[in-house]
């Protein structure tokens, strides 16, 4: 078992009342899982991915990650967890504008205090296998969004994580870009890495082996 | 149109009231201190500007090339001023100034005062208006005397001074006066300062009569105004026949002891020095060099700090720019042009900079009076506020609201209309103005703070520094009473005798360091030894001197009771002792020009008797036990120091009931003497403090925006694995970086300025390294936690609400 959620509760006050954004949600996830999330904007489908990914809270329910209880963990474990075996890729790529293809994928590896020298080798890897060492020195703002996205997966990749989480990875690409990213994370998956993705497309859906759907923060039967 | 500007300018003040009231706060304080600082260093440059004639009055001093180099002399003779008028063409009118200490009584009134003796000329050429009395002008002669107010109220009170008489007491002559004239008191910007004006010629006849035609006795001051159309030049050439006839032999004796004669082929020439520039004379090196350094540099640090505060202000609103990208679009697609937005923005710069000038007026005005009681300065806004300066300052306000507000006007206005739209431009990021900018902020920071170290440094170097002679020990009691000094001394010696406060006393003519009766003054004289001119600063002394002041002796012996020969003994310095260039100091005699023939009976080791900035000169030390002593120097028991200035206090209260007691321990005479420097130690001190505030200030602005901006990037470097710690470093970085940078260009420059600036000291200290590195690093931990305080919260933040963002 790679992660376990048991009934999450989140909300947020709004006019003295609660608003929930995740409402009784458990949740299994084995290794090697490719999971689809879907559901209307503001159902609850980012949430869930950040609840996850250890960047948001929730304020009911228990959440175990690798026989850890998130839940009970102090804020430094917990993000020593995700830097070991999250990796997040976002609609918006998230790309440092500043920094140069290399340098973004390179960042995780920095953040991890490894060696120089194992920092060249897994990018240059990293770089060889996504095709796109000729554009190692390029800028975000100087390559097409499917390329940015490509970018983002690598750097998702670098430290090798054991889950990869995707919110709406294909959101910003047009349909060709998109079932290229949507085959890469099912070749990723192959070999072994468990994904999550959130995602408005039938389609994409259909990559996954389970979809689970959401509707206003509760998940619904299909 | 222009009130929807203001609305907006108000609208848009208000939505970010951090960045304004930071803004409103830093300007303010600085426009303060800059008001308060220009007004001090105004005043000080105004001294004797209030002369109606100033254009055309100089005081004669001369030059002499002396075999050690070029060395100038103000003190002139009895015959020198008449002598110069009838034979110098160009002289309108001269006056000779002699200013002493005298005591003035009147009824069972004892005061001392200080009379200035002048010539007649003296009051058509300075402007001391007469408040009361017959003439226009006060006349000067034999009988009459003219009073200042301030003297008139103390001599007489409320009743009316005029027609009255007074005695007054010159060194041990006492002679009656009537008053004839009241004069207005002194505008505090005047160097020339006396209580009373009485005739040249009033003057005991040690000092006028016996010495009328001794060219060689120079004991006064003398000022011309030349005639119109004379300049100082002309006037200097002129002098060269009157040098040749009256310094005949002196000219001599220099060409004979081996001195350059100057590029005229002249060993002495008279020169003339513009009034105005008296108070700021340095004659240090022969031809007097004006120094204004001191108020220029508290001008300069006025401009720093406001410097400062608007490098804040163009800094914040470059960066604050981004925020409104998307309305400068708007506007532009709705068909305003560069002007209409520069006036825009430019109008809400003017609104911050007027705000921020009426409360930094009324600041400086509420701190006014804290700021002359600190500074203990004369300088009032009143004194200052010419028509000249109200225009300089209102001059001086307008450009910088149109540099400091109109830059960052332009660079907005000047937005392309699409990319100022899309709120893509990353006009805030690369920002070289603002670096560099900041590099100069922190430069001054950095400048001003090692110059303060450096100040107490010096002045705790020469608080504690060995002078030579015990100063903690040993009081100074000036003989300000009616009674002659050497009975004085008797009389102290008699009364504290037995008192085991008191160890020894005994007097000197000169004090050392600066006395509470706030006088000093040098005597010097030269002599010819073995065919050479020898020059030497001399003392007369009492007996005992060398004992009480625990001065030590390098050979021979001290003054002795019993030995008759001892009243032609002279003691002398080590100085002194290399001048003669004898084998052995203790065999010498020399014969002075009275004929006498003085034995050298002992040598001291140097002390430091005159100001801590020059080097040790020659001295020879007098045995004078009957001479006028001005000083008497009592030593005092350890550790009984309170109870024995109460006790002397109250011996001179029954030996001179009706003079003040002004004794003081030398220690605080020295702490006296670097008053000024303790001055600009202080002001500087403030300085360098408001300048780091205020650069943190900014600082802390800037990081706010950064922060601000970079937020999308915090929260993706957290979401791939960035700890707080590396967030933290990065955030900081780059300013460290620009810290680090003025710290390369501001230390050597400091080193440099510090080093002149030492040079004035003939002791001073050595300047290390360290003190540069302590103020580098003082930059850079305050502004390490200035940035700290948002860096930290910034990096602390949960990632998901900067990204949900997008």
């Known amino acids: ?222 | 149109m222009l009130r929807n500007y203001i609305k907006i300018a108000f609208r848009n003040l208000w939505k970010d009231k951090t960045f304004t009231l930071l803004n409103l706060l830093g300007l303010s304080t600085a426009f303060a201190v800059a008001v308060l600082l220009g007004m001090y260093a105004f005043f000080e440059l105004s001294y004797d500007g209030f002369h109606k004639n100033k254009a055309s009055l100089y005081q004669v001093y001369s030059t002499e090339q002396a075999p050690e180099g070029i060395e100038a002399s103000e003190p002139k003779s009895v015959p020198f001023a008449p002598a110069l008028r009838d034979e110098v063409p160009g002289v309108a009118k001269i006056t000779r100034y002699n200013n002493k200490g005298v005591l003035v009584i009147s009824g069972n009134k004892e005061l001392r005062m200080s009379a200035a003796y002048i010539d007649p000329d003296f009051f058509s050429m300075f402007s001391f208006p007469v408040i009361k009395g017959k003439e226009q002008q006060p006349t000067v002669d034999k009988s009459t005397v003219s009073i200042t107010e301030y003297a008139a109220n103390r001599i007489f009170g409320t009743e009316d001074a005029l027609g009255k008489t007074i005695s007054v007491i010159t060194e041990g002559v006492e002679q009656l006066f009537t008053v004839s004239a009241i004069i207005e008191d002194f505008p505090d910007q005047s160097s020339m300062k006396f209580d009373l004006a009485l005739d040249f010629s009033n003057q005991a006849p040690f000092s006028y009569a016996e010495i009328k035609d001794d060219w060689s006795k120079e004991n006064h001051e003398v000022y011309v105004q030349l005639e119109q159309g004379v300049t100082a030049a002309q006037f200097e050439k002129g002098t060269e026949p009157f040098t040749q006839l009256h310094y005949k032999d002196e000219m001599a004796a220099a060409k004979r002891d081996g001195a350059q004669p100057d590029t005229n082929g002249n060993f002495k020439q008279i020169r003339l020095l513009p009034f105005k520039d008296v108070s700021y004379a340095n004659f240090d090196s022969g031809i007097a060099r004006v120094e204004k350094t001191m108020p220029y540099l508290i001008l300069g640090v006025g401009f720093l700090i406001l410097f400062i505060a608007c490098v804040n202000f163009i800094n914040m609103s470059i960066a604050k720019s981004s925020q409104r990208l998307r309305e400068i679009g708007m506007r532009k697609t709705l068909g305003a042009g560069t002007g209409q937005l520069f006036f825009q923005f430019w109008g809400e710069s003017v609104l911050i900079f007027l705000g921020a000038a009426l409360l930094g007026g009324l600041l400086a005005f509420l701190l006014a009076e804290p700021f002359k009681t600190l500074f203990s300065t004369r300088a009032s806004f009143e004194a200052i506020f010419t028509f000249k300066i109200i225009t300089g300052f209102v001059l001086g306000f307008m450009l910088i609201t149109f540099i400091a507000g109109g830059y960052p006007a332009l660079l907005l206005s000047k937005l392309g209309t699409l990319q100022s739209l899309k709120g893509k431009l990353n006009l805030t990021r690369k920002n070289s103005v603002r670096d560099v900018l900041m590099v100069v902020q922190f430069g001054i920071a950095i400048l001003l703070i090692s110059g303060t170290f450096v100040l107490w440094q010096q002045i705790d170097f020469m608080r504690n520094k060995n002078l030579g002679f015990n100063k903690e020990q040993v009081i100074s009691l000036p003989l300000n009473g009616k009674r002659s000094d050497a009975q004085v001394i008797q009389l102290l010696r008699n009364k504290l005798q037995n008192r085991s406060e008191i160890l020894n006393v005994t007097a000197a003519n000169n004090i050392l360091g600066l006395g509470r009766d706030g006088s000093s003054m040098t005597s010097q004289m030269g002599f010819e030894h073995q065919g050479r001119v020898v020059e030497t600063h001399i003392l007369m002394v009492d007996y005992d001197y060398p004992e009480t002041l625990d001065m030590e002796l390098v050979a021979g012996r001290s003054f002795k009771r019993g030995y008759a020969s001892d009243s032609l003994a002279v003691l002398i310095n080590e100085k002194m002792a290399a001048q003669l260039h004898e084998e052995n100091p203790l065999e010498t005699r020399f014969i002075l020009d009275d004929s006498l023939a003085y034995q050298v009976v002992g040598v001291l080791k140097d002390y430091n008797f005159q100001k801590l900035n020059t080097a040790v000169a020659p001295l020879t030390v007098f045995l004078k036990p009957n001479w006028n002593m001005h000083y008497a120097y009592i030593k005092v028991a350890p550790n009984k120091a309170a109870n024995a200035l109460a006790l002397l206090e109250n011996t001179w209260k029954e030996i001179e009931p009706n003079a003040n007691f002004l004794g003081s321990f030398l220690d605080e005479n020295i702490d006296r003497t670097f008053k000024s420097e303790k001055k600009m130690a202080t002001m500087i001190t403030s300085g360098s403090i408001l300048a780091i505030i205020l650069s943190c200030i900014g600082l802390f602005a800037i990081s706010l925006l950064i922060v601000a901006q970079r937020q999308k990037e915090i929260g993706v470097r957290k979401v791939i694995g960035a700890s707080v710690l590396n967030i933290t470093v990065m955030l900081s970085k780059d300013f460290l970086k620009l810290v680090g940078i003025s710290f390369v260009i501001a230390a050597p420059l400091g080193w440099w300025l510090a080093y002149n600036w030492l040079q004035n000291y003939a002791n001073h200290i050595n300047l290390t390294l360290g003190v540069f590195i302590a103020a580098g690093l003082a930059a850079l931990i305050i502004a390490l936690v200035t940035i700290s305080l948002r860096t930290i919260k910034a990096a602390m933040q949960n990632p998901v609400k900067s990204l949900r963002t997008e």
């Open chain 1, 1 to 222: 078992m790679l992660l376990q959620l048991n009934h999450i509760y989140k909300w947020v006050k709004q006019g003295g009342k609660r608003v929930f954004l995740l409402n009784d949600i458990s949740l299994q996830v084995k290794e090697g899982e490719f999971i689809s999330i879907m559901g209307p904007s503001g159902s609850g489908k980012s949430t869930l991915l950040n609840v996850i990914g250890m960047l948001d809270e929730f304020q009911e329910g228990e959440y175990d990650f690798l026989d850890e209880s998130v839940h009970t963990l102090k804020e430094k474990h917990r993000s020593k967890l995700y830097k070991e075996y999250i990796g997040f890729v976002f609609q918006a790529y998230h790309l440092i504008d500043e920094l140069t293809v290399y340098e973004n994928i390179e960042t995780p590896l920095l953040y991890k205090n490894i060696k120089s020298a194992e920092r060249k080798a897994l990018v240059a890897d990293m770089l060889d296998r996504f095709n796109i060492v000729g554009k190692k020195d390029l800028f975000p703002a100087q390559l097409s969004g499917g390329q940015q996205q490509l970018v983002g997966i690598a750097r998702a990749l670098i430290a090798k994580p054991k889950l990869i989480l995707a919110d709406e990875p294909t959101g910003n690409l047009n349909s060709k870009q998109g079932e290229e990213i949507m085959r890469l994370f099912k070749e990723l998956n192959q070999e072994g890495v468990t994904i999550i993705q959130a995602t408005h497309s039938e389609s994409n859906a259909e990559y996954g082996n389970r979809i689970i759907n959401l509707l206003d923060g509760s998940k619904v039967k299909a």
